[in-house]
């Protein structure tokens, strides 16, 4: 079955650049997906097609792919960006749609 | 924009059946997109159960198959999930999300409803 890795935590200072990695074969033919999810809430789209934005979302998240593996960046994290983050994506056949497990990003 | 909302017991006894409604507002579901549904084990991250179309159309994660069945009832604008047989593994927070299309990579989720605890315990 296809499968998303992402590291379990990262973790930065206020003002610095925080990136989170999610590896997997398919993201060579097929664009990441992030999601951002405060505690208790419902996940909220970041970037879409490895490294849109959705409108509202802050210029400072940003996202790229090299070979197999997709980066979101955070420029300049806020506390409020203290989040899980989780990776998203299809598998080559578009049947199975896959999360990463998440990563949790501390900005202290 | 679109709105999802979960609903459903907050508590199901193992082997029984878990059954979940989503009710959809500002947007018609017969007028496109598929529909998901996606859950959330206590401090693990996120899994992908299943979509659903308008007209009926399916795909599934093989991990469910066998014990999910999904629905959808235009009439009233909601999506149904249920899950049968369920044991303490399936306790989590459930979601239903709208799923749009990119093309060359399939379908992602754009709007999420807050989603529903459910809890499998005797």
């Known amino acids: 079955s296809y499968e998303l890795t992402q590291p379990r935590s990262v973790s930065v200072s206020p003002g610095q650049t925080a990136r989170i990695t999610c590896s997997g074969d398919?993201?060579?033919?097929?664009?990441a997906y992030w999601y951002q999810q405060k505690t208790r809430q419902a996940p909220v789209l970041v970037i879409y097609?490895?490294?849109e934005r959705p409108s509202g979302i802050p210029e400072r998240f940003s996202g790229s792919t090299s070979g197999t593996m997709a980066t979101l960046t955070i420029s300049g994290a806020q506390v409020e960006d203290e989040a899980d983050y989780s990776c998203y994506s299809t598998d080559s056949s578009g049947n199975h749609w896959v999360f990463g497990g998440g990563t949790r990003l501390t900005v202290l | 924009q679109v709105q999802l909302q979960e609903s459903g017991p907050g508590l199901v006894k193992p082997s029984e059946t878990l059954s979940l409604t989503c009710s959809v507002s500002n947007y018609s579901i017969s007028s496109g997109y598929y529909w998901g549904w996606i859950r959330q084990p206590p401090e693990k991250g996120l899994e992908w159960i299943g979509s659903i179309y308008h007209s009926g159309t399916t795909y599934h994660n093989p991990s469910f198959k066998s014990r999910v069945t999904m629905s959808v009832d235009t009439s009233k604008n909601h999506l149904s999930l249920m899950l049968r047989s369920v044991t303490a593994a399936d306790t989590a927070v459930y979601y239903c999300a709208r799923a749009a299309y990119s093309f060359g990579d399939g379908y992602y989720f754009d709007f999420w409803g807050q989603g529903t605890l459910v809890t499998v315990s005797s």
């Open positions: 097609e490895a490294t």
């Open positions: 398919g993201l060579s033919r097929k664009h």
